[in-house]
C-alpha cells in the first residue's frame, strides 16, 4: 500500500468549474506539498503545508493533520490548469509520493 | 541562473552502455534527490543525499550509483543500461536541516528522458 493516496486518478472538468483533488497519508509528516506538472514539462512546486490552509490565485490547499487529509481546489478551471497535480509528503527524512490526478479542463 | 539544472535533457543509448546524468542546484539547499518517472508518471525516489546521509531506496539496482562532488551537485551514475532502465529522471533538491520551520519547498529540475535501445 502506498503511503499516499491521492483521488481521482483521472478529472475531466468543463473549464470553469471548480475541481477537489484530494490526498491522504499514512505517516507522520512534517509538511505536505503539492506538485503540478505539465505534459512533457517540468515539475513545480504549488504549495508546501503543514496545518490549515493556503491560498495562491485560484489555486486553494488544505490540510487537516487529525485526518491525514489535504485537498487542492481550483476555482475558475481553465484548460491552461491541464496537469498532472502530485501529493507528496516529507516526513522529516524522506519524500513520499501519491500516484498523481490527471487533470483535463475542457474549453 | 535555474536553481536546479540537470544535464542532458536527452539521452539515447543502447543496452549495456554506462552513462551519467549531471544535476547542480544553487539554491544552497542542503538535500539532493533523484527520482525517476514511470511511464504512468508516478514518481519513485531513487537516492536522498546530504553532506551526512545518503539513502538508498532498496529497490534501486546497484548499476545506480549517485557522485556528489559537493553540497551543489549530486550526479547519477547508470552502469549496463537496461531497456526497464527508459524513463524520466528528474533530480531534485530542499532544505531540511534546522527542524520543520526550515523545511523548503522541493525544487525540480526539468527532467532527463532516458531511452535505452
Known amino acids: 500500500k502506498n503511503e499516499v493516496e491521492q483521488s481521482p486518478q483521472n478529472l475531466t472538468a468543463q473549464e470553469g468549474e471548480f475541481i477537489t483533488i484530494n490526498c491522504s497519508y499514512s505517516v507522520g509528516i512534517s509538511a505536505l506539498h503539492w506538485l503540478q506538472q505539465h505534459p512533457g514539462g517540468g515539475i513545480v512546486s504549488l504549495f508546501m503545508l503543514s496545518s490549515g490552509k493556503k491560498k495562491h490565485g485560484r489555486l486553494i490547499a488544505t490540510i487537516n493533520i487529525q485526518e491525514k487529509h489535504s485537498s487542492l481546489h481550483i476555482t475558475a478551471s481553465h484548460p491552461r490548469d491541464s496537469a498532472v497535480y502530485i501529493c507528496a509528503v516529507n516526513t522529516g527524512n524522506q519524500f513520499y509520493f501519491g500516484t498523481g490526478t490527471s487533470l483535463t479542463v475542457i474549453p | 541562473d535555474t536553481a536546479v539544472s540537470q544535464t542532458p535533457k536527452y539521452l539515447v543509448t543502447q543496452m549495456g552502455n554506462d552513462k551519467s546524468i549531471k544535476c547542480e542546484q544553487n539554491l544552497g539547499h542542503d538535500t539532493m534527490y533523484w527520482y525517476k518517472q514511470d511511464s504512468k508518471k508516478f514518481l519513485k525516489i531513487m537516492f536522498s543525499y546530504n553532506n551526512k546521509e545518503l539513502i538508498i531506496n532498496e529497490t534501486v539496482p546497484n548499476r545506480f550509483s549517485p557522485k556528489s562532488p559537493d553540497k551543489a551537485h549530486l550526479n547519477l551514475h547508470i552502469n549496463s543500461l537496461e531497456l526497464g532502465d527508459s524513463a524520466v529522471y528528474f533530480c531534485?533538491?530542499?532544505?531540511?536541516?534546522?527542524?520543520?520551520?526550515?523545511?523548503?519547498?522541493?525544487?525540480f529540475g526539468n527532467g532527463t528522458r532516458l531511452t535505452v535501445t
Open positions: 531534485a533538491s530542499s532544505r531540511l536541516t534546522g527542524g520543520t520551520s526550515y523545511n523548503s519547498p522541493l525544487h
